[in-house]
Nanobody, 119 residues
């Protein structure tokens, strides 16, 4: 019954910005970490950025300094502000939530949103 709804993907020119959002709906006892992953054609899925319940953030080396992850705990929403986009950032971006339910740990995934960066 928990769902992650992603928005903000699209087509953007190199150097431009884009902001992704992911809202978790349904009942979750506690959210530990919210993050973003991406998968480009011919490549494995990789972690892009993550933010913990305490506000600590981590970034992949390829996006550090260009992307910013943030969260609104009251709304169970995580954002990814992407600046200075490059063609190599083109991928399907997936939202991920690491949580604890009353019955134990549980992870949830979004459907994915396409980000395409043109040169």
């Amino acid at each position: 019954q928990v769902q992650l709804v992603e928005s903000g993907g699209g087509l953007v020119q190199a150097g431009g910005p884009l902001r992704l959002a992911c809202a978790a709906s349904g009942s979750i006892f506690r959210i530990n970490t919210m993050g973003w992953y991406r998968k480009a054609p011919g490549k494995e899925r990789e972690v892009v950025a993550a933010v913990t319940s305490g506000g600590s953030t981590n970034y992949a080396a390829s996006v550090k300094g260009r992307f910013t992850i943030s969260r609104d705990s009251a709304k169970n929403t995580v954002y990814l502000q992407m600046n200075s986009l490059k063609p190599e950032d083109t991928a399907i971006y997936y939202c991920n939530v690491d949580s604890v339910q009353w019955y134990g740990p549980r992870q949830y995934w979004g459907q994915g949103t396409q980000v395409t960066v043109s040169s």
